[in-house]
């Protein structure tokens, strides 16, 4: 098929040079990222994979400068493969998902191979390439899934960031596997000038990676440092701290307490949630928590508070309502928490909770006693059967 377009006509050693610049720049900075990170966030694999592209290219540059034969210049076609295998593994360690090493591996090494394969059998250089490229879109198409999945569930324009560079990082791959060959333009010498264009569509796509990846990096580190004031970052919920702070601020108001009508405290955790996270992972773990915390959410009134207190424990405080009514309270949000079906990855899950409730003996009960006779009567309920509400006397 010709093409009826003129493409101007890029030098491609130039543009392989300028490739391989950037992918050594991003790999430096995000090597040096990982190591005082301890690889948190997935950055190793990150670093991997621009330094991948930076390293293959540069073996590349030093085989056509030694005269190498061409088929040994298909070591650039392997190295965008094991770029993108190593996408999709950050992309992964970054949402926390299984890494799923072996099927990478696998598949990724199946596609090297070929491609060497073509290259000995004195197979034209762009088959090679158009194989390597098709494997590559499958990979990073693997890794887009689960960020479009995390940016509906969270959001935010790091996350869209990504999944806009990833989404299009699959269209090229996809797109120059079919207009590397030659049908396309009419010619090999005809094939070169779009050959170069994708080049530097591809160095384009390659520095929006690097941006969003430092955007990832930074916005969990901004969650990090919600955590460590008073905000839990899984479910948005205050964390333990917060309770204990928020409590503090609600007695020096002498708000807490009175006779009949004060504070309750209630202690929730999910029955046999271990099993939740060994048979559905820690994805689908995590959904749960989640999908928990908004419905506690549902449970509480403006000035009431609802706590992750830490793994599958949660808590909420009721102002102004009797132990009678908590009770009640408790028992609504128990039932709620049975006839709700948790949305995850791996399907809908139900689950149950156990709750164990307290009220304070008076404003000079510290707080980590509440909350102590609260898990006390928490454990009653598991120890009664589970899905349950006992009460502390």
Request: glycine fraction near 10%.
């Amino acid at each position: 098929m010709l093409l009826p377009l003129n493409f101007p006509t890029l030098d491609i050693p130039t543009l392989l040079i300028i490739y391989q610049s950037v992918a050594t720049l991003m790999a430096v900075v995000t090597l040096g990222g990982a190591w005082s990170a301890r690889g948190s966030h997935g950055l190793w694999f990150w670093a991997g994979a621009f330094g991948a592209i930076a390293l293959a290219q540069l073996l590349r540059a030093l085989l056509v400068a030694t005269g190498a034969p061409t088929p040994l210049l298909t070591i650039g076609h392997i190295g965008g493969v094991v770029s993108s295998a190593l996408v999709l593994l950050a992309v992964r360690r970054f949402l926390g998902l299984r890494l799923r090493m072996l099927p990478v591996a696998l598949f990724a090494g199946l596609a090297c191979l070929a491609s060497a394969l073509l290259a000995l059998a004195a197979q034209p250089n762009w088959i090679s390439l158009s194989l390597t490229l098709s494997a590559s879109a499958l990979l990073r198409g693997f890794a887009l899934a689960p960020i479009i999945r995390a940016w509906r569930s969270r959001g935010g324009f790091a996350l869209g960031l990504m999944g806009v560079d990833l989404a299009l990082s699959v269209a090229a791959h996809a797109l120059r596997a079919a207009t590397v060959n030659p049908a396309f333009a009419g010619s090999a010498e005809q094939a070169v000038p779009i050959n170069g264009l994708w080049l530097l569509v591809f160095i384009l796509l390659l520095i929006g990676q690097a941006f969003a990846v430092l955007l990832l990096v930074n916005s969990e580190l901004q969650r990090s440092l919600w955590s460590m004031i008073e905000i839990d970052p899984l479910t948005g919920l205050l964390n333990r701290r917060g309770l204990k702070n928020r409590v503090g601020r609600l007695r020096q108001r002498g708000a807490s307490t009175k006779a009949e009508l004060g504070m309750v405290v209630a202690m929730i955790d999910f029955d046999h949630f271990k099993e939740i996270n060994d048979r559905h992972g820690h994805a689908a773990g995590d959904a749960v928590l989640r999908g928990l915390g908004h419905l506690l959410l549902g449970h509480v009134r403006p000035n009431d508070l609802a706590v992750r207190m830490g793994g599958e424990e949660f808590a909420v405080v009721w102002q102004e309502v009797s132990a009678e009514d908590a009770v009640k309270l408790a028992e609504r949000l128990r039932q709620s928490v049975a006839d709700e079906l948790f949305s995850t990855d791996a399907g809908a899950i139900q689950c149950t909770v156990s709750i164990g409730i307290a009220m304070p003996r008076g404003q000079d009960e510290a707080v980590d006693d509440l909350l102590g006779r609260a898990d006390a009567a928490l454990y009653k309920a598991k120890r009664e059967g589970r899905n349950r509400v006992e009460r502390a006397y």
